[in-house]
């Protein structure tokens, strides 16, 4: 897990390098952008190969290959990019050509003789690549009509799969526009923007040596968007990422889309499985650096259908928003630093179908359910999390990570079949006291709750006979001690204290 969070970081990175900006009022060499791309390649840990050829105004960059190696899986990957011309244009700016359609070889050598070669091909219609600028603040302008991605073939093992009988995997773009504002000093600051028309992927496999097992999946969306900030110190080594955040790694990305749709379809020994999805809307940010980490992704008017195999009948399932956050530290210190963790499903729906399974007669409300929570805190880590030698002695449980010290419950909401429960609330955490509440750190502070239509959808279960009538006498006798009457009909009320002394306190009456 921790070397994919370094090849991801560093990927989206140099996203923020090599694509699209604005003019600046000075001169670039094609020499000087080739210069800049290699020494970014190199100063990231890759070994890069490549002929260079001065022909007229265009310096000619053949056989470019880039080797990195992992050590920690024992394996190293090495791209082939083909050919690439840098052309001065006269002016103080270079045009960067490639051909239409340029092939991507990509091997990934393990020690253990699990070899993969990947062959990919890069085709491009109407593509136009300008830099403009001086050698230490480059601007790109990066357009295409037309921009896909292909696979070719597959080498496994020193296998080839013949592509006839495993099938095809693709990705496109349209109407492609980027600008990148890139800086280097003593890190490399870039700033991207990146828009398209449409987009859509398929990916189409089958079972080799003549299985039966087939897997379809087609997506598209109207629009694709990206915009990011990163800054990559030089001589950066990604195998080792607690180091290159101390030294000023930073990385902020999100992408968003519109109107988005996927369809699929998976048949496994004569058995069939088939569903789609869509969405109005959906956005994914990553962000990483010494302030922490930061992951977050939503979702707006989503719909979800599923039948086929093992399920009995079709599934429909739809919601106004889905979403969620993250956000930590991930470096070391003594002083607290600040954490977040939030969720929602808001407005689920489900079809009748569905319903009429487990409430035949629809006693229960249909109205829609919304799950949602939004958590914030303190903390302090003791290890570095992008340590990987630190996180083994975690992992073996000969180090403890760090300790809580707040948390603030900012809202919590449940609501579904008529019912409601809402509430909040903040803590603080003695990590000197671990007897108190036997092992955990003792806890200060309250929590609020409020149920709404709590006990008529109990009435309803019991009629339903999904809750025996003992057992909803249980449950209330448990609300009497917990809560309170509130406001408005059938409305209950608790604040839930704890005491620095250890007590536990229900709407002031003591319980423990």
């Known amino acids: 897990m921790m070397t994919s969070w ?24 094609a020499e000087q952008v080739w210069a800049d791309w290699r020494d970014y390649m190199t100063d990231a840990g890759y070994t890069l190969e490549a002929t260079e050829t001065r022909s007229g105004d265009t310096l000619n960059v053949t056989g470019v290959t880039m080797t990195f190696d992992v050590p920690e899986e024992d394996m190293s990957i090495t791209m082939s990019m083909g050919d690439m011309g840098f052309v001065d244009n006269g002016d103080g700016t ?9 092939p991507l070889d990509i091997m990934v050598e393990a020690e253990d003789d699990e070899d993969v070669e990947i062959g990919l091909n890069y085709a491009t219609e109407g593509l136009s690549i300008d830099v403009s600028g001086d050698p230490d603040n480059m601007s790109y302008d990066y357009t295409a009509s037309r921009v896909a991605l292909t696979l070719e073939s597959l080498v496994v093992e020193g296998e080839e799969l013949p592509m006839s009988e495993l099938g095809q995997a693709s990705f496109e773009m349209s109407d492609v526009e980027g600008s990148t504002q890139m800086s280097v000093g003593d890190l490399r600051e870039s700033v991207q923007k990146i828009t398209s028309g449409a987009v859509s992927y398929v990916v189409d496999i089958s079972e080799p040596e003549g299985g039966e097992g087939r897997f379809v999946m087609r997506g598209q969306a109207e629009g694709l968007t990206f915009e990011g ?48 999805s869509s969405s109005a809307t959906g956005s994914l940010q990553f962000a990483m650096g010494e302030e922490g980490l930061t992951y977050a992704g939503e979702g707006t008017d989503i719909a979800i259908s599923m039948a086929g195999g093992e399920i009995p009948f079709p599934i429909e399932l739809a919601m106004a928003k889905t979403g969620f956050n993250l956000s930590m530290p991930v470096m070391s210190g003594d002083a607290e630093q600040d954490f977040a963790f939030g969720m929602n499903l808001t407005d689920f729906t489900m079809s009748d179908m569905i319903w ?35 996180m083994v002695k975690v992992e073996d449980g000969e180090t403890v990570p760090g300790e809580v010290n707040s948390l603030d419950i900012n809202s919590v909401t449940v609501s579904a079949a008529g019912a409601e429960l809402t509430g909040d609330g903040s803590f603080t955490f003695d990590n000197t006291d671990m ?78």
Do not use: H, W, Y
């Open 94 to 102: 270079v045009s960067i050509t490639v051909p239409p359609n340029l």
């Open 6 to 29: 370094r090849r991801t970081a560093v990927s989206a990175a140099a996203l923020c390098i090599f694509t699209g900006a604005n003019a600046a009022f000075a001169d670039v060499t």
């Open 356 to 390: 009429g399974i487990f409430d035949p007669g629809g006693q229960l409300p249909r109205d829609p359910a919304t799950v949602a929570f939004d958590l914030t805190g303190t903390g302090k880590l003791f290890v570095d999390l992008l340590d990987a030698e630190a």
């Open 435 to 512: 007897e108190t509440f036997d092992g955990m750190p003792a806890p200060t502070g309250s929590l609020n709750l409020m149920l709404v239509g709590g006990n008529a959808l109990l009435d309803k279960l019991v009629a339903m006979g999904f809750v025996p009538e003992e057992q909803a006498q249980g449950a209330r006798m448990m609300m009497g001690l917990f809560a309170v009457r509130g406001e408005g009909e059938d409305t209950l009320t608790s604040t839930i204290e704890v005491t620095g002394d250890g007590q536990v306190l229900a709407n002031g009456q003591r319980i423990k």
């Open 229 to 276: 900030e990163a800054a990559l110190p030089q001589d950066m080594d990604p195998n080792m990422m607690a180091q290159m955040v101390a030294n000023g790694f930073a990385f902020d990305g999100t992408f968003s889309f519109t109107n988005g749709k996927t369809d699929f379809n998976f048949q496994e020994e004569g058995e069939v499985v088939q569903g789609s």
